[in-house]
């Protein structure tokens, strides 16, 4: 059974499941140390969520919550799930954490973006209610 929870701290365990995870996630970026974990545990804008199934940390998803002039907003980042357990809820599970999270939180609205080739991830969004918007992405490369 897939549960899902606020992590609170960072252990060795935390560290090493994102150390399997993120290369699932991106191939252009390691996976978050200890310290950069810590910093996003401990920060009052992300809630990190990970599921875990039989006991074992098998996803994670990001909540960021922030305030603009036109109310509280939310924004869903580095959904990953093991592929080992893909198809059996955890993402789904995951996700409705962070809406449920977001909504007594106060948020307007919660936001994500999925490329077009997550067809699966594509799907799930739009069974749990998100709407493709008519908008473009863009983004200014900083380094």
Known sequence: MVTIEEVKKVDDELVKA??????QLSSSNP???EKELVAIVTSRATVLFV????GEIVGSLSLVL????TGL????EDVVVD???RGKGVGEALNRAAIEHASKAGA???DLT?????EAANRLYQRLGFQLRNSNVYRYELD
């Open 18 to 23: 994102f150390e399997r995870l993120v290369p």
């Open 31 to 33: 996976p978050p140390t």
């Open 51 to 54: 599921a875990r199934d039989e």
């Open 66 to 69: 922030f305030r603009i002039p």
């Open 73 to 76: 907003r939310a924004w869903i």
């Open 83 to 85: 592929a080992e357990v």
């Open 108 to 110: 307007k609205t919660v």
């Open 114 to 118: 999925s490329r077009p080739s997550r």
